[in-house]
């Protein structure tokens, strides 16, 4: 493990990030705020939250590609009855996922995996939700400010097929009720269309595609 670290916040949170994660961005709060949604959590003071379509006392969330752990921490955090699972395929990013979790008390299973791959090997455990914030950049975008990248790892960047491999992969294989993606803008209208025969898009929220199955 890399022990360069550097301190990020995180929807409120302090974490701890190195080269082998990526560091988190303010856009992939949103997915947090989906999830919250969904379990008719209030997202903002004052503002009347949803019907809730989830018991968020009995909830089952995966994050898969933990990375910092900052998606699964805060979910953990913010929803203290939910059963939180997360994955990576870095031995790494767990380590220092792991490290975060246990610096503020959040109580997560954490899988080396890719995708979900190992997930069913940890006992019975069928995600209600599965959230990710995947590699989904395309190396030959032209538009991206690559210095803005160097800190990052390219295992947590990249991906073929136009950023679209692993979202494509995780779509196959998912079998939660409900998925959130990030992605870049110009993906969603083919992670959409791909989806079309398992998961209808069910909002759309900046960076963020919530879908629920069909």
């Known amino acids: 493990m890399k022990e360069d670290f550097k301190k990020v916040n995180f929807y409120g949170y302090d974490l701890i990030v190195n080269g082998d994660v990526l560091t988190p961005r303010p856009e992939t709060e949103q997915i947090v705020d989906e999830v919250l949604k969904l379990c008719g959590e209030p997202i903002l003071p004052g503002v009347k939250p949803d019907k809730p ?3 968020s006392k009995n909830l089952k969330i995966l994050d898969v590609g933990t990375g910092s752990g ?3 921490i805060t979910l953990k ?7 939180v699972y997360a994955t990576d395929i870095s031995k790494k990013a767990l380590e220092v996922a792991q490290k975060n979790a246990e610096a503020l008390d ?6 080396i995996s890719h995708l979900c791959q190992n997930v069913n090997n940890e006992g019975d455990f069928t995600p209600d939700v599965i959230v ?3 590699p989904y950049v395309d190396r030959n975008w ?3 400010d690559q210095e803005s990248l160097k800190d990052d790892p390219d295992s947590a960047l990249y991906a073929e097929d136009g950023g679209l491999a692993l979202i494509k992969e995780l779509i196959d294989t998912a079998t939660s009720k409900y998925l959130i993606l990030e992605a870049d803008e110009s993906q969603h209208a ?3 269309d791909y989806a079309k025969n398992k998961y209808t898009l069910l909002n759309k929220s900046g960076f963020v595609l919530t879908f629920t199955k069909n």
Request: proline residues 4%; contains cysteine; hydrophobic residues 50%.
């Open 106 to 111: 959040a109580p997560i299973t954490f899988i």
């Open 190 to 192: 083919e992670i959409t």
């Open 132 to 134: 990710a914030n995947l």
């Open 77 to 83: 955090k913010k929803l203290r009855g939910a059963e």
């Open 53 to 55: 379509k989830l018991d």
């Open 142 to 144: 032209d538009w991206v």
């Open 70 to 72: 900052c998606i699964a």
